[in-house]
């Protein structure tokens, strides 16, 4: 039996429907009672529902748990009209005249203004009617269109990306918003971003935006403006911000999150010079190396780095563990050329409990000894203490882990290279290990090769489309008690 399949997994008590009641106010001001909106959980998930709910009820909209006779407003995220009638038929819920079907960017931008903005045609879910039994010539989407899936685990996306000004665009819009921790939108634009790299076309009028799946309103504005002018305004006015070229700076240094981002920009520093040379300041040892060689882990690694790396952990772990499995994982298992660290996973189907857990031990005391180590911080598995799957979509997994910085000499790149006359010969490498359980190597090698969209879809897909909860360590079938899947039903099914 499968040591995470576990009693653990009980069905959860479902909260009763409460069609007719209104939700309490709580502490929040409703100034615009005379909207009552229903945000849809399909295709939303819920998470980013009550992330919105609460983010409009702080603005002074009225927001119900449930769906209501007195709703005027049904907001939902990647359904058409028909979609939301359909999901309303199976709620045995009648549709008045006087509902609206709205886009989420309607509430998006309506939170942005702090106040109800007018609703326009690219607000409103159009619904189609029945096709006629004689239907006359129609003007369908490209087949391209088409075939584009919603999630990211569902599209093939390739390296070559036909919009780059686009995504490019978004992920420095979704950056920023990761800055001011305003996950809403991040998501908003990463799924953007996401769709936009796996167009097989570069999109050169709004017209081949139609029937794109994760471009709402406020996404498809931005894409006008870039088509119309070359750049985007928003984007621009971003890139010349004070608060977000300090927090993309100090962010570059290994060990600088956002807490201390935004403790040093509230201080008045702007550069990594100011910050060196205050003596009130104290680093985490993390930090400290992060300064240290700050011009090497700033530098990209290339994929002949990464390939050099690669022996360098081969040969230690096998020094120790000759059976076990090493993986390069992260943006290099998906084929990119360069990178900012290099990700391995260790697993080995012959290994002991004990010798799993010494593993990592040896081979960082190994490099130590031959000078290879210039930092390093191990996290021990709790992987026995926390059985039950995670249901948060970016949460990291329990297995043993050891992030470093290694020494790579110049000549183990490239044999040729002679060595600089007093020159430095080696660069600093960041480096992630991680030891898994041979039997959950599969999950884990899913989950550490990302990207971290994809993940993020991924999980939602097992969750909102396959009742089953997937993170690094099992796929759990939600709809029986204590099952945890194989991974050969993920990959069939999936």
């Not at 936009?196 to 139609?210: A, G, N, Y």
């Not at 183990?412 to 020159?423: E, I, M």
């Amino acid at each position: 039996m499968d040591p995470l399949q576990t009693a653990h997994l009980g069905p959860r008590k479902k909260r009763p429907r409460q069609t007719g009641t209104l939700m309490a106010s709580g502490p929040h001001n409703i100034r615009f009672g005379d909207l009552v909106l229903f945000i849809l959980e399909k295709k939303m998930g819920t998470t980013r529902r009550a992330f919105l709910m609460e983010l409009a009820r702080k603005k002074g909209f009225r927001v119900e748990n449930e769906l209501s006779d007195s709703v005027t407003h049904i907001v939902a995220e990647n359904n058409s009209g028909n979609d939301v009638l359909e999901w309303l038929q199976v709620q045995n819920i009648q549709a008045s005249s006087q509902l609206e079907l709205l886009d989420v960017s309607w509430l998006i931008e309506c939170m942005g203004a702090g106040k109800p903005v007018e609703m326009t045609g690219r607000h409103q879910l159009v619904v189609n009617p029945p096709a006629s039994p004689n239907p006359g010539p129609q003007k369908t989407p490209s087949l391209a269109v088409q075939k584009i899936p919603e999630y990211a685990c569902q599209r093939r996306t390739t390296l070559d990306n036909c919009n780059y000004i686009f995504t490019n665009a978004f992920e420095i819009l979704a950056e920023d918003c990761e800055f001011r921790e305003n996950e809403g939108f991040y998501v908003t634009y990463m799924r953007a971003a996401s769709v936009l790299k796996s167009l097989p076309f570069t999109i050169i009028s709004m017209k081949d935006t139609e029937g794109i799946p994760c471009l709402g309103g406020r996404v498809k504005c931005i894409i006008e403006e870039i088509i119309e002018d070359g750049e985007s305004s928003e984007v621009k006015a971003v890139l010349n911000n004070e608060r977000y070229k300090s927090f993309k700076l100090f962010t570059s240094v290994f060990g600088v999150g956002l807490k201390t981002s935004e403790k040093w920009f509230r201080m008045g520093f702007r550069s990594l010079s100011k910050i060196r040379s205050d003596k009130s300041l104290t680093f985490t040892r993390m930090q400290k190396a992060g300064f240290l060689y700050y011009e090497d882990l700033v530098s990209c690694v290339t994929r002949a780095e990464a390939e050099a790396v690669n022996m360098l952990v081969k040969e230690a772990v096998w020094t120790f563990l000759p059976g076990a499995f090493i993986s390069m994982t992260g943006g290099f298992r998906r084929g990119k050329e360069i990178g900012h660290d290099v990700d391995f996973l260790i697993t080995s189907p012959e290994v002991t409990e004990d010798e799993e857990q010494q593993l990592l031990h040896k081979v960082i005391n190994l490099w130590e000894k031959k000078g290879l180590l210039l930092y390093s911080d191990l996290v021990e598995s709790t992987f026995e203490k926390l059985k039950l799957p995670s249901r948060k979509v970016d949460a990291l997994d329990h297995f043993q882990k050891c992030f470093l910085i290694l020494k790579l000499h110049h000549q183990r790149v490239d044999n040729d290279k002679s060595p600089q006359q007093g020159g430095k010969t080696w660069k600093a490498i960041r480096v992630d290990l991680v030891m898994c359980p041979y039997e959950r190597r599969a999950f884990a090698l899913l989950g550490w090769t990302g990207s971290r969209q994809f993940e993020r879809d991924l999980r939602r897909y097992a969750t909102h489309e396959r009742k089953m909860i997937l993170d690094n360590h099992a796929l759990y079938d939600k709809t029986k008690v204590g099952n945890t899947i194989t991974m050969n039903i993920l990959v069939w099914k999936m």
